[in-house]
T-cell receptor
Framework: DARVTQTPRHKVTEMGQEVTMRCQPILGHNTVFWYRQTMMQGLELLAY????????DSGMPKDRFSAEMPDATLATLKIQPSEPRDSAVYFCASGLPTGRPDGYTFGSGTRLTVV | AQKVTQAQTEISVVEKEDVTLDCVYETRDTTYYLFWYKQPPSGELVFLIR??????QNEISGRYSWNFQKSTSSFNFTITASQVVDSAVYFCALSDAGGYQKVTFGTGTKLQVIP
């Protein structure tokens, strides 16, 4: 089965450090989402891309978060500087939104702990 | 704005019992998609179903069935003869069917199946 690959799976970092999370979407998928999951807020949409162009990043704290798709095989989510409140699981998902019965496929997530 | 409400935070059932997970949604769109995802204890998000708002037919897949009722804006999920492996958090989600197709998740229902 095709998979969305996220790296790293776990990351522990000190407050103030830069964190970069990577996502390899399924080949051929033209839509990529970044979600953050916490106990308090549930699944929050941070950003999403269509054909590598950002369509919506209104859910992202602009001062410290940035999301990019340098090419069709790589999406990145960067936090600089990181804060303890950024501790969460970050999911990437990819899909083809139109006319298909499949939903979006999620990666296994990156569990981020900022101490 | 889109909203998905899963009023049941946690449900416990004894193995082999049937269980229904409720999902109520709000949207101004005339066409939209509804989803269910499963998140087992391992943490990944597993796609279960996507339903187009044009299609109100109920769907059955093995022990899983879904009841879509546009009149009550509900998309409920029933597991028949529950098993311990069904223990997970289940998320209902909604997206528009137009250009953006941004997916909004509910807060999830944690299902515990007791042997």
């Amino acid at each position: 089965d095709a998979r969305v690959t996220q790296t790293p799976r776990h990351k522990v970092t000190e407050m103030g450090q830069e964190v970069t999370m990577r996502c390899q979407p399924i080949l051929g998928h033209n839509t990529v989402f970044w979600y953050r999951q916490t106990m308090m807020q549930g699944l929050e949409l941070l950003a999403y891309f269509r054909n590598r162009a950002p369509l919506d990043d209104s859910g992202m704290p602009k001062d410290r978060f940035s999301a990019e798709m340098p090419d069709a095989t790589l999406a990145t989510l960067k936090i600089q500087p990181s804060e303890p409140r950024d501790s969460a699981v970050y999911f990437c998902a990819s899909g083809l939104p139109t006319g298909r019965p499949d939903g979006y496929t999620f990666g296994s997530g990156t569990r981020l702990t900022v101490v | 704005a889109q909203k998905v409400t899963q009023a049941q935070t946690e449900i416990s059932v004894v193995e082999k019992e049937d269980v229904t997970l409720d999902c109520v949604y709000e949207t101004r769109d005339t066409t939209y998609y509804l989803f269910w995802y499963k998140q087992p204890p391992s943490g990944e998000l597993v796609f279960l179903i996507r339903r187009n708002s044009f299609d109100e037919q109920n769907e059955i897949s093995g022990r899983y069935s879904w009841n879509f009722q546009k009149s009550t804006s509900s998309f409920n999920f029933t597991i028949t003869a529950s098993q311990v492996v069904d223990s997970a958090v289940y998320f209902c989600a909604l997206s528009d069917a137009g250009g953006y197709q941004k997916v909004t998740f509910g807060t999830g229902t944690k299902l515990q199946v007791i042997p």
